[in-house]
């Protein structure tokens, strides 16, 4: 069973959620069966590569609140996240452009390395003191920290084009299945789970969609008896 899942990495909510997600699919008898891909979605497209700035300061522009409203929202995302154990700053964070990283995502998931460098990216830029958005050389840092090759992060990211149609693909197909925010999640491409849900949200998701999962239907066309190899090697003609 294939679960997919849109987010970005400048989305909090994505960051809870995935650790949600795990927890459900940790528990799961048939996780092993499970495989889990990560699609791209972007935020703040609009927004260029150059152009950072805190936080509070994005939040309050963007929504219209105060900037108490928005360090109170941040305090409250801090408390989810160690909920679910996980490392979250609640001041001095930045915002910027993740499409460059989204392109690595897509390099990642080319050398079945997606899920390592996206958790990493996660915890850099809600952990970690260091920006991930003005600094190529870090996110090559964080790709080989994921197990990547640090040439092939580094030509990535100086070729705009490179992983650029992936993402884009993706996007595209995330409007398509109705997709207006993040985390999104797409089970066997029968059954979408939208936001942060509580782990046994998706527990239940999991055990509906592999319980409705439909058996191969074999369509015999020709003779019921054609040649075909097996195991135990291929039917010789006439024998």
């Not at 990216?121 to 190529?136: I, P, Q, S």
């Not at 592999?210 to 066309?221: D, H, S, V």
Request: with cysteine; glycine share 10%; charged share 30%.
């Amino acid at each position: 069973m294939r679960v997919e899942i849109w987010s970005d990495i400048a989305c909090p909510w994505c960051y809870v959620g995935k650790a949600r997600f795990e927890k459900a699919l940790e528990a799961f008898p048939h996780r092993d069966d499970v495989e889990v891909v990560h699609r791209s979605f972007e935020l703040d497209p609009g927004r260029a590569k150059g152009d950072i700035q805190p936080v509070l300061t994005m939040l309050t522009k963007k929504y219209g609140m105060s900037e108490a409203q928005a360090q109170a929202g941040e305090e409250n995302l801090g408390a989810q996240a160690a909920a679910e154990g996980l490392e979250y700053r609640t001041r001095g964070r930045d915002h910027g452009n993740t499409f460059d990283m989204h392109r690595l995502l897509h390099l990642a998931k080319e050398r079945g390395r997606q899920d390592e460098l996206i958790g990493l990216l996660y915890k850099a830029n809600f952990a970690e003191e260091r920006t991930v958005f003005d600094d190529d050389e870090r996110l090559v840092e964080l790709a080989v920290a994921a197990g990547l090759d640090a040439d092939a992060a580094r030509a990535v990211l100086a070729d705009p084009a490179a992983y650029a149609d992936d993402v884009r693909a993706d996007e595209r197909e995330a409007a398509e299945l109705g997709a207006n925010g993040v985390p999104f999640f797409v089970l066997d491409r029968k059954y979408g789970v939208s936001g942060a849900q509580p782990a046994e949200v998706f527990t239940e998701a999991l055990t509906q969609a592999w319980g409705e999962r439909e058996p191969l239907k074999l369509i015999q066309q020709g003779s019921a008896g054609a040649e075909a190899c097996g195991p135990d090697g291929c039917a010789v003609p006439g024998h």
